[in-house]
């Protein structure tokens, strides 16, 4: 089992910046890959951005692509999302997920961008007023 905790959602204006961090706990080991998905309001969930923990590698989704930067710290397994230039379409609430794919270690880092994930945080809201 791997548990997740976010935090460093809240408010900002359109333009501002927020990171936010999830750190995992548990078996941490197994996660090769972890991502940031969020849901807004009556929208399906989105892929944000993910990581393929064991090389860095990243990628995003079109629409936060040059904004939002992945990045993790191993030492204190942590994973950050920068997120940049806010726009108001990105209010939403913010999710950290991680797996294990063995397909990632064969195939590569970028499987994680079409992995399914079985462990989730509780979610962090960000949200982007104009």
């Known amino acids: 089992q791997v548990q997740l905790v976010e935090s460093g959602g809240g408010s900002v204006q359109d333009g501002g910046s927020l990171r936010l961090s999830c750190a995992a706990s548990g078996y941490t080991h197994i996660s090769n890959c972890m991502a940031w998905f969020r849901q807004a309001p009556g929208k399906e969930r989105e892929r944000v951005a993910v990581?393929?923990?064991?090389?860095?590698?990243?990628y995003y989704a079109d629409s936060v692509k040059g904004r939002f930067t992945i990045s993790q710290d191993n030492a204190k397994n942590t994973v950050y999302l920068q997120m940049n230039s806010l726009k108001p379409e990105d209010t939403a609430m913010y999710y950290c997920?991680?797996?294990?794919?063995?397909?990632?270690?064969?195939?590569?880092?970028?499987?994680?961008?079409?992995?399914?994930?079985?462990?989730w945080g509780q979610g962090t809201q960000v949200t982007v007023s104009s």
């Open positions: 997920a991680a797996d294990g794919p063995p397909e990632a270690t064969i195939l590569g880092g970028a499987y994680c961008y079409i992995a399914s994930y079985n462990y």
């Open positions: 990581i393929y923990t064991r090389g860095g590698t990243s």
